[in-house]
């Protein structure tokens, strides 16, 4: 009786210390503007050509010679991200197809709390065409509300977010009617 009854408040306890860090949870929602976003550059120089970056450690969104991003917020150990990569490359492939968003629109991943080792990993085992950008201190993560992943986001240069979705990418002609829709009025 005694040792059902210690389990029984152990438990709550650790039920209880639990949910301040599931409470914490907020991601941006559209319409939000997130400030002051600063990445890490990536490493290969194919990625840094690919969004105009030359020497730079660190950049911003406003410094880049377009007006949107679509960003993909990813985990090293996400299952869903995982399943969902080849879905991805298939999605920057037709936006760099596409005659206005690849004019407009740069795509990248964040993976919050990856080294350079897991970056890398991702991006051969998903051949990933885009660019898997670091950010080791969770410092965008915690920008965006500290999300769960995969969580995609289209955010404007000046950070207005336009489009935030938590879970699996919708489905691909869907979501490409959406993103050239959020374009052509300008956000």
């Known amino acids: 009786m005694k ?10 306890l650790v039920f209880i210390l639990s949910m301040p860090a599931q409470a914490d949870k907020n991601p941006v929602k559209e319409g939000q503007v997130i400030a002051d976003l600063q990445f890490k550059a990536p490493y290969t120089e194919k990625e840094r050509q690919y969004m105009g970056l030359m020497e730079e450690e660190m950049f911003t969104l ?22 969902q990569s080849s879905e991805i490359n298939h999605l920057f492939n037709r936006i760099n197809r596409d005659e206005v968003l690849s004019e407009t629109m740069l795509m990248f991943s964040v993976s919050p709390g990856s080294t350079s080792m897991e970056i890398e990993y991702l991006r051969d085992t998903w051949k990933a065409p885009y660019p898997i950008l670091e ?11 500290s999300p769960d992943t995969p969580f995609t986001l289209i955010v404007r240069s000046d950070g207005l977010v336009l489009y935030a979705h938590l879970g699996r990418i919708p489905e691909l002609s869907i979501f ?3 993103i050239r829709n959020i374009v052509s009025q300008g956000g």
């Open 135 to 145: 950010d080791y201190e969770y410092d965008f993560h915690a920008a965006i509300g």
């Open 176 to 178: 490409m009617e959406k």
């Open 62 to 83: 406003e410094k880049l010679d377009v007006d949107f991003f679509l960003i993909e917020v990813v985990g090293a150990y996400c299952p869903v991200c995982h399943a």
């Open 3 to 12: 040792r059902s009854f210690f389990c029984i408040i152990i438990f709550l």
